[in-house]
């Protein structure tokens, strides 16, 4: 399930030993083409098979727990968007800003902070960014205007880039590979998803019960409460060179020209796609032609210094060698798919319920409880087999069934019941995405030596957060195109809708089946991952 929203988002897992236990699975174009980011003199990880279950226990619920806070208010805004936006006077123009600039400003942090806090240390940035976060979140709560609450969010998008990635380093560092670490990393991942679907339904609720409000303070508590928790569990992560002061390692370990060049590539395209997706004439804006060709050239730009970094030997952000490896393009391709895919299917199936079937937002809610049951008991049950079942076909046949999903929406008559195909389409549409964001944290975090797994999450994060990004601001392009196009008189009636939105239901179909043909050929010969070696 995400968001993720938006967040979509997004929890990596450490080094794949399984790859070189299982390297007789790979073929050998595919052995010379990992290129897993070493790093020399990697600190010792802190990991101690000593931990309690209790403390460890703690620290996983860390991880998960400041990612379902994310997600989840980002599911608030999806179904209570309507009741806030008529409460805030936020205008139709800028009715997806509040979720658009949350992964506008996460996607563009998430690199940059996560480069810092390999540097600086994960435990400090971790809290740092929880303190924070729980601030924004209580003033989205408090917003008097739609402006207020545009701000806040993206406020909340930069404090949420100090938690994600430093979260999935404290479990790299703290447990050793094997169960408890994967275990930790599977909860992390998942929380993500879940939080979103849980937002979705809580908003509906509180948005025709106590008022949308309440959703964002519980959230609030939340993170203090997580804030609070790592302050006494949380060990203290070393540094990547203690001999150095971190102001200086900072300064000189950072490739900050790369993060630079990334962040304003994502930050660009992403504040385009939210203003075309507000108002499609907005295509045709000088402004926003400008910024996306200034992030199409930024792309060759930040290819040629990575290149410029590695033969020089200097920290390079994200080496091009490890795009080489398969495995790592093409589960990054799928993350980014699924990301937007189930992002914008969620959206738009909230839009769905209430505007074309005038469903009330906690009636909207409620059919959203299949799709956070079965997303809970996959990511259970994924950590559960994952090192015993075949990676690769067990990706393609959960990312098989997730692709009935949108069939299923794209096909459903206004005036069917619940139960003949909707309830179907909702527990359908996590399948992949569950499964995708777990295997996706252990193949990507597997291409980072171990003292540059922050670095690893936020490249996981920056990938399901601009897939989110993408996915929403482009639907929403498809969707009001088609019903701007229609043959209605009226464009806001329910036959007008229902057109646009079922564009983009076919939309996600199509994508759905380009992540399974991508899965096919890409991840061929992954074999097993998160093997037990402890």
Known sequence: ???????????????????????????????????TIQEPDAPAQIQND??????ASIIMLNASGISFVCSMTTGLLSTGLPMMASSLNLSNALILWPASIYSLTAGCSFILAGAIADAAGSRKVFLLGCLILSLCI???????????????????????????????????????????????????GAAQPIGYSAGLFLGGLFADTIGWRWGWYISSVMCVAVFIAGWFSLPKCQRTNLQVPARKQIAV?????????????????????????????????????????????????????????????????????????????????????????????????????????????????????????IGTLISIGTEAVLHKWNTYYYVLAMSGIATVAPLLMGLMKIEWSYWYMAFWAMSLLPFAND?????????????????KQALAGSVLNTVYSFGTSVGLGVMALISSSVTDESHYDNKDAVPALLEGYRATFWTCLGLSVLCCLIG????????????KVD
């Not at 000593?50 to 403390?55: K, L, N, Q």
Request: glycine share 8%.
């Open 1 to 35: 399930m995400v968001t993720q929203t938006d967040t979509v988002e997004l929890e990596a897992i450490g080094p794949l030993t399984h790859l070189q236990q299982h390297s007789s699975t790979l073929s050998s174009d595919d052995k010379s083409s990992i290129g």
């Open 50 to 55: 000593d931990i309690s279950a209790f403390r």
């Open 138 to 188: 209580l003033a989205c709560g408090l917003s008097r205007t739609g402006t207020e609450l545009i701000i806040f969010r993206g406020l909340q998008g930069i404090a949420a880039s100090f938690c994600l990635p430093t979260s999935i380093s404290i479990l790299t560092q703290t447990f050793p590979s094997g169960r408890r670490r994967t275990r930790g990393l599977a909860m992390q």
């Open 253 to 373: 370990d950072v490739d900050w020209i790369g993060a630079l060049l990334a962040s304003a590539c994502l930050g660009l395209v992403s504040y385009a796609l939210a203003a075309i997706a507000s108002d499609t004439s907005n295509i045709r804006r000088p402004t926003n032609i400008v910024l996306i060709v200034i992030s199409v050239a930024l792309i060759p730009a930040f290819t040629f210094w990575m290149n410029r970094q590695e033969r020089k030997g200097n920290p390079a952000l994200i080496p091009n060698s490890v795009w080489k490896n398969r495995h790592f393009t093409s589960t990054c391709a799928m993350v980014f798919l699924v990301g937007g895919i189930l992002n914008a299917g969620e959206f738009f199936f909230s839009l769905f319920f209430q505007k074309v079937q005038l469903l009330s937002a906690l009636q909207s809610s409620i059919r959203f409880l299949p799709n956070i049951i």
């Open 435 to 451: 499964v995708l964001f777990i295997v996706g944290a252990l193949v990507i975090a597997g291409n980072f030596s171990e003292n």
């Open 520 to 531: 096919t050929f890409g991840l061929r010969g992954i074999g097993k991952i998160g093997l």
